[in-house]
């Protein structure tokens, strides 16, 4: 059973806050189990106490297999997996980044999706069926000035998704990414402003910049991107595998977008 309906099973990386507390709170909501982590306990604990959650760091690779090993003893499987944690990485130059920041940033964003993937993939073709959908990017299609970790990242997601896509097609697991664009949150604030700094403007130009960069004219909002979560993992959803769906009110101009 990997539709998401009262008793399926889902785990969502960084569910604490943003996207993913959407994430958890939408399928929460039909019903579903509800397993979170989040590096921050604050944002945990912020969180109802009826979903399962852990303290963890994604891109720790020991933390993370003892996280699927106490998901297998206390679910026994699991229908549904959402790799959604991720960090912006640094805004600056090529010539400027930071090598260490810049695996971190890597590390996190498509480290921490393997290590998912990985922890899931026995379980779910144990079971003969699972959904597996990776927050990825709008930046991971159209690439982005002065963000280069990220948009690194976000494209790798891409080829990681369609590759699980094929490997586990035959165990009747699905993979896709939902690519969100600008989405309402601290998250697109903190980019916007450190964007204006590099770029020696206002946060109010970059912001209307990229509006301007939808056919909207809206940023999306974490219940958008959730709302997409919860229906590739459905019943609705069954037939779409190795896509990649964005959310950003329809891109004019890719320049514009992060």
């Known amino acids: 059973m990997n539709d998401a309906r009262a ?10 806050s943003g996207i993913g507390r959407a994430m958890a709170e939408a399928f ?30 994604v891109a720790d690779p020991v933390a993370m297999s003892e996280l699927f090993q106490r998901v297998q003893k206390t679910w026994g499987g699991l229908d549904t997996l959402c790799p959604n944690a991720g960090t912006p990485g640094t805004t600056a130059q090529v010539e400027d980044q930071d090598f260490t920041a810049f695996q971190r940033c890597l590390a996190v964003n498509l480290g921490g999706a393997l290590l998912a993937a990985q922890g899931a993939l026995p379980m779910m073709k144990a079971a003969g069926n699972g959904s597996i959908i990776f927050t990825g990017s709008t930046a991971g299609q159209f690439g ?20 699980v896509a094929m490997e586990a097609g035959p165990y009747g697991i699905r993979a896709n990414v939902i690519a969100p664009g600008c989405v309402e949150g601290p998250r697109i604030d903190g980019v916007i402003e450190r964007e204006a700094v590099v770029k020696g ?19 999306a909002r974490p219940q958008d991107v959730a709302a997409m979560a919860v229906f590739l993992a459905s019943d609705a959803g069954a037939r779409i595998s190795g896509q990649i769906l964005t ?12």
């Open 144 to 163: 982005s000035p002065y963000r280069a970790p990220y948009v690194a990242a976000k494209w790798a997601i891409n080829g990681l998704m369609k590759t």
């Open 201 to 219: 403007t206002t946060a109010d130009i970059i912001r209307k910049a990229y509006e301007a960069g939808t056919s909207l004219r809206v940023f």
């Open 7 to 16: 008793g399926s099973t889902v785990l969502i990386t960084a569910g604490g």
């Open 28 to 57: 929460a909501a039909t019903g579903a189990r509800v397993w979170i982590t989040d590096i921050s306990q604050s944002a945990l604990d912020s969180c109802p106490t009826e979903w399962q959650r852990d303290c963890l760091d």
């Open 247 to 258: 959310i950003d009110g329809h891109t004019e101009n890719p320049d514009s977008k992060p």
